[in-house]
C-alpha cells in the first residue's frame, strides 16, 4: 500500500510538472485545453493530496515506533477518501492529457526505478551515435542548405530509387515473358500432328525400354569379343584370366571357336568342370586313372629322353603287362602304334602335360610302324636309370629337356602317384615339374584353335618354374595351324610372359596331327587351373 | 525404397530446362557419365533370376564402381493413389574389383548414360537426372556410344525412401513434378 501510494504520488507530480511544461508549450496553441482542465484546482487538489497521504504516513510511523494496535478502521477510511481523490484528479487530467503526457498504468516497485528510461525519448547512447553517423553521411552534401532544401532532396533521392526499383522489376517481368514466349512458342501450337506425337510416343518407348529392361543394347553372342582395346576402368578389372567367370557369354565365346571334340564332354566351361571333375574323381589312388583324358592322349614329352627312348626301343615286359589297365581310356587311340604305347607308359609317371607331350611326339611320328596294340598301358614309375639312359632321337624331337630335369620329374611322379586326388596329382606335377614346359607345348600343340589357348594359358599359369626359355625354344613342335592369335593370348597372360612367349614359337611347330589327341587334355586344363593354386600351396 | 518419376525431353530443349533446374533447384548441375553394366544371374542358380547393375562412374578421376540392385515396382492399393513409382532400391559403393567378384552373374547389357544431374533438397533429398542413353555397339567400348534415341533424353526424379514416409517422399517429388511441368514443355510424361 505504501508503494502504490508512493507510487501515485510521484506520478502526480510528474504530471503536474510535465503539464506545467506542456502547459507552458501548449498555453499558446491550446487555449481551449485550459478550458476544460482547471490547472490551478488540479494543482491545487494535487498538494491537498499529497498532503493527506503525508498524514497518514506518519501515523503509521508513530504505531510503528509505539507498537501500539493501530485501528485499522480510520486507517483504511482516510486511505479510501485518498484513493478517492487521487482517481478524481488522474480523470481530468486524462481527459486533456492525451497529447503531451504519457500514463503509465501500472507502475509499482518494480519498475518504478526504470519507468523515468523507458518513457524518455532520448536514443541510448550507442544507438545515438549510429543515428548521428548515419545522418551525417546523408546530410554531408546538404549541410550548408536549409533544413527544407535538404528535406527536398532526400525526397528526390527517394523517389528516384523507387522509380529504379520499379524499372528493374519491369525487365525482369518482360525478360520472363519474351524467354518462356519464345521456348514455349513453337511447342504450344495445338497443332502437333498426330505423326509426330506418335514418333515421339515410339521414341520414348524405345528410350524407356532400353534404359529399363535393357532391350535393344544386348549384344549378340556372337559379337561378344573383346577385340578393341578396353576403356581405363575396365582395363584392369577384365584383363584377368578369371574374367571369361564373369562373362559366361564371353566363355561361350571361348567355346564358340574350339573344334568339336570327340568326347562329349567340352560344350560349356561348366561341363568342362564338371567331367574333369568326374575324371578326376574316377580315377584310381593308384594314380594311373588320375590321367584319364590324358592317358588316351599319345603325346610324348617333348623333351623327355623317355620319349625318344620308346621311339627307339621295343615295350618292355613291364610296359606290356599293364596294356589292359588303360582300355577304357584308349578310345582315341585306337590307332595308336606301340611307339604311342610305349611313350605313354611312360607318360604315366609323368604329369599329365608331360603325358601330353609325348602324346604329341606319339602323333609326330606316326609314320613309325606300330606296334598294333592301340592301347596305352601305364606301367609303375620307372626307374630314373632308365630315363637317363635314353637319348633324344632325331632333331625333330625337343631337346631342351635335362636328364635332371627327367629326374626330377620321375621321382615326383613316383611321389605323386600315391596322391589320393587325382586332380592334384596331375596339377602338382604340372607344377612342380620343370618340364612343365614341355607340357605346355603339347598343351599348346594339342589345341590348335585359339580358343582353346586361354584355358591351356591358364593351366599353365602355375607352371613357370625354372623354365629355360632354351627349352621351349628348341622345342620344333610343327603346328601348322596355330594361329597367330595364340600368341596374342598368350601375351595378354600376365603371369607368365617368358613362358608364353617361348610356347606361342614352340606351338606353332606342332603338328595338327596331334588334334585328335587334345581333347583329353583340354578337358582336364580347366581343372588343373582350377586347382593349381591348391597344389601349389 | 526410392521414389521415382520417368519422363522425356526433345534434345533441343535441354538446355533450357537445365536453366530452369538451376533455377529451381539452387544448386550447380553435376555432370555425368556413368557406364552401366547390367548383370544377370546365371540360369539354374538360384530360385528367382535376378539382376544387379554396376555403376561406373567415369566423371571422376578415378572410376568409382557402385553396385545397385532395383525391385520390381510397388504394386496394389496404395501404389494407384500415388502418381509416382515406388520401388525397392539397394545401392551400395565397391571396389573396382566387383566385376570379378561376381560369380555366378552373367553380363546381360550395358549403356552409357551422359548427362547431368541436379542433387537438392526439397522436404527431402532429390536427385533430377537429363540424360542421354547410349549404347555400346562393340563389348566395353564406352568411346563408341551412340544414343539409343537421338532426339530424346530421359529425365528422372528419384528421391530416397523408406516405407515410413514414402508418403512425404511422394509429395515432395509430385509437387517438384509439376513444377518443372508447368516449366518445361508439353512433351514431359509420367
Known amino acids: 500500500m505504501e508503494g502504490v501510494v508512493v507510487g501515485q504520488d510521484q506520478q502526480q507530480q510528474q504530471q503536474q510538472q510535465q503539464q506545467q511544461a506542456g502547459r507552458v508549450m501548449v498555453e499558446g496553441l491550446n487555449p481551449a485545453v485550459q478550458q476544460q482542465l482547471n490547472l490551478e484546482s488540479v494543482k491545487t487538489r494535487a498538494v491537498s493530496l499529497f498532503k493527506a497521504i503525508s498524514r497518514i504516513l506518519e501515523e503509521f510511523d508513530a504505531i510503528a515506533r509505539t507498537n501500539a494496535l493501530p485501528k485499522w478502521q480510520d486507517i483504511l477510511g482516510q486511505f479510501s477518501m485518498v484513493n478517492l481523490e487521487l482517481y478524481n484528479i488522474v480523470e481530468d487530467i486524462k481527459k486533456v492529457s492525451k497529447a503531451f503526457v504519457v500514463h503509465p498504468k501500472n507502475v509499482n516497485a518494480e519498475n518504478a526505478a526504470i519507468l523515468p528510461v523507458m518513457l524518455s525519448s532520448k536514443l541510448l547512447p550507442e544507438m545515438e551515435v549510429e543515428d548521428n553517423v548515419k545522418r551525417e553521411q546523408l546530410l554531408h552534401s546538404m549541410q550548408n542548405l536549409s533544413v527544407a532544401s535538404q528535406i527536398e532532396k532526400l525526397k528526390v533521392r527517394i523517389d528516384m530509387i523507387g522509380a529504379a526499383c520499379e524499372s528493374a522489376e519491369k525487365v525482369i517481368a518482360d525478360t520472363r515473358k519474351a524467354y518462356f514466349g519464345t521456348r514455349q512458342g513453337p ?28 532391350e535393344g543394347l544386348r549384344i549378340p553372342g556372337d559379337q561378344r569379343h573383346i577385340t578393341s582395346g578396353l576403356p581405363g576402368h575396365l582395363v584392369d578389372v577384365l584383363a584377368v584370366a578369371d574374367g571369361p567367370q564373369s562373362f559366361a557369354d564371353s566363355s561361350g565365346t571361348y567355346l564358340k571357336n574350339t573344334p568339336p571334340f570327340s568326347s562329349s564332354n567340352v560344350n560349356s566351361q561348366g561341363a568342362l568342370l564338371q567331367v574333369s571333375g568326374a575324371l578326376r574323381a574316377a580315377a584310381s589312388p593308384s594314380g594311373t586313372t588320375s590321367f584319364d583324358t590324358t592317358t588316351a592322349s599319345p603325346l610324348q614329352h617333348v623333351n623327355s629322353p623317355r620319349s625318344s627312348a620308346n621311339m627307339m626301343n621295343t615295350p618292355s615286359p613291364q610296359q606290356q603287362t599293364h596294356q589292359q589297365q588303360q582300355q577304357q581310356q584308349q578310345q582315341q587311340q585306337q590307332q595308336q602304334q606301340l611307339q604311342q604305347l610305349q611313350q605313354r607308359q611312360k ?31 601305364f606301367s609303375q614309375p620307372l626307374g630314373a636309370q632308365q630315363f637317363q639312359g635314353r637319348q633324344l632321337a632325331s632333331g625333330a624331337l625337343h631337346h631342351g629337356m ?62 613357370t618354374r625354372n623354365l629355360a626359355a632354351a627349352n621351349l625354344s628348341d622345342q620344333m613342335f610343327n603346328m601348322g595351324g596355330n594361329n597367330p592369335g595364340m600368341m596374342s593370348i598368350q601375351q595378354q597372360q600376365q603371369q607368365q610372359h617368358g613362358t608364353f612367349a617361348n610356347m606361342s614359337q614352340n606351338t606353332q611347330n606342332l603338328q595338327q596331327g ?24 | 525404397m526410392e521414389c521415382v518419376v520417368q519422363g522425356i525431353i526433345e534434345t533441343q530443349h535441354v538446355e533450357a530446362l537445365e536453366i530452369l533446374l538451376q533455377g529451381l533447384c539452387g544448386v550447380h548441375k553435376q555432370s555425368l557419365r556413368i557406364h552401366e553394366l547390367c548383370l544377370k544371374s546365371v540360369p539354374n542358380l538360384g530360385l528367382v533370376a535376378s539382376g544387379i547393375r554396376l555403376l561406373c562412374d567415369l566423371e571422376q578421376p578415378q572410376p568409382t564402381w557402385t553396385v545397385r540392385h532395383v525391385g520390381g515396382p510397388m504394386r496394389g492399393a496404395g501404389a494407384e493413389r500415388i502418381s509416382v513409382l515406388m520401388r525397392p532400391m539397394v545401392e551400395s559403393k565397391v571396389s573396382k574389383n566387383a566385376l570379378r567378384l561376381l560369380l555366378g552373374y552373367k553380363l546381360d547389357h550395358e549403356q552409357l548414360r551422359v548427362g547431368f544431374a541436379f542433387h537438392f533438397r526439397r522436404g527431402t533429398q532429390i536427385t533430377v ?42 509429395a515432395s517429388v509430385s509437387s517438384f513434378c509439376e513444377y518443372i511441368a508447368l516449366l518445361g514443355e508439353n512433351i514431359w510424361q509420367r
Open chain 1, 514 to 537: 596331334m588334334m585328335p589327341l587334345q581333347n583329353t587334355p583340354q578337358q582336364t586344363h580347366p581343372s588343373f587351373q582350377q586347382q593349381r593354386p591348391q597344389g601349389q600351396q
Open chain 2, 129 to 170: 537426372t537429363v540424360s542421354s542413353i547410349n549404347k555400346i555397339l562393340k563389348l566395353h567400348a564406352t568411346d563408341e556410344a551412340v544414343p539409343v534415341t537421338p532426339g530424346i533424353q530421359l529425365v528422372e526424379v528419384t528421391a530416397p525412401a523408406s516405407s515410413e514416409n514414402y508418403a512425404e517422399v511422394v
Open chain 1, 347 to 377: 607318360m604315366m609317371q609323368l604329369p599329365q602335360h608331360q603325358q601330353q607331350l609325348l602324346a604329341q611326339q606319339q602323333l609326330r611320328q606316326a609314320s613309325i610302324p606300330g606296334l598294333g596294340q592301340p592301347q596305352m598301358q
Open chain 1, 187 to 214: 511447342t504450344l501450337l495445338p497443332t502437333i500432328d498426330k505423326a509426330q506425337a506418335a514418333k515421339i510416343q515410339e521414341q520414348e518407348n524405345l528410350l524407356r525400354t532400353a534404359v529399363n529392361l535393357g
Open chain 1, 402 to 463: 635335362g636328364q635332371s630335369q627327367l629326374n626330377q620329374g620321375n621321382q615326383l611322379n613316383r611321389h605323386l602317384n600315391q596322391f589320393s586326388s587325382p586332380m592334384n596329382t596331375a596339377l602338382f606335377n604340372s607344377a612342380q615339374s620343370t618340364p612343365t614346359s614341355q607340357m605346355i607345348s603339347n598343351m599348346s600343340a594339342m589345341m590348335p584353335s585359339q580358343t582353346l589357348l586361354p584355358r591351356m594359358q591358364i593351366g599353365m599359369s602355375g607352371g
